[in-house]
């Protein structure tokens, strides 16, 4: 099975939205990059995305915390 790219998930502590920050051209090396702190699979510039990050809410401008929960491949179409 070929490798298979797509966006990787967060979800925030705050308000519980789910969203794609990143889209990465191999979930499975992505994702152990970032779980396991494997080295960087694309070293000439794509930085790793992080287990939590700040989630901007639009509506009242506060900032949230939100948590890495995993990739979701694309699809055969690659959308």
Same mark, same amino acid.
């Given at each position: 099975?070929?490798?298979?790219?797509?966006?990787?998930?967060?979800?925030?502590?705050?308000?519980?939205?789910?969203?794609?920050?990143?889209?990465?051209?191999?979930?499975?090396?992505?994702?152990?990059?970032?779980?396991?702190?494997?080295?960087?699979?694309?070293?000439?510039?794509?930085?790793?995305?992080?287990?939590?990050?700040? $989630?901007? $809410?639009?509506?009242?401008?506060?900032?949230?915390?939100?948590?890495?929960?995993?990739?979701?491949?694309?699809?055969?179409?690659?959308?």
């Amino acid at each position: 099975m070929a490798n298979k790219g797509g966006w990787l998930r967060y979800r925030c502590r705050m308000c519980s939205e789910e969203y794609g920050v990143v889209h990465v051209p191999d979930i499975g090396s992505a994702v152990s990059a970032v779980i396991f702190n494997h080295p960087n699979p694309w070293p000439l510039g794509m930085p790793l995305p992080k287990i939590i990050e700040w $989630h901007f $809410h639009k509506d009242d401008k506060s900032r949230g915390v939100a948590d890495f929960i995993g990739g979701v491949v694309d699809d055969e179409d690659g959308k």
